[in-house]
């Protein structure tokens, strides 16, 4: 493995003077300033979608929060009624008194 790695660092490049090949011009190969402009639109782009995916993704978290909050304190009032006699019933909360009609 050290051969090898020794091998390529010593090994000259197959051609010394980096140059283009006859017939080539440097406005053939560069993207110009269409290509730059390409790049920036899919670049500003690309950030604003993080940016709109990130602010929706915190918006989703933040009411999940709240509707587990939501349901935390419905439940609390659930068992502080219930501790105060009153149980549930098919049309909602009502008191023992009010659905057992015996026991006025």
Known sequence: MHHTLILLATTPAPSPSPSLRP??????????????????FFV???AL???????????????????????ADADAAREQEGAAGVEPSAD?????????PGSR
């Open 44 to 46: 500003l782009a690309t």
């Open 92 to 100: 909602g909360w009502s008191t023992t008194a009010e659905r057992d």
């Open 49 to 71: 979608l993080i940016v709109d995916m990130v602010r929706r993704i915190r918006r989703v978290r933040y009411r999940g929060q709240i509707e587990e909050q939501r349901l």
């Open 23 to 40: 017939g080539l011009d440097v406005n053939q190969i560069t993207p110009g300033f269409l290509g730059f402009l390409m790049t920036a």
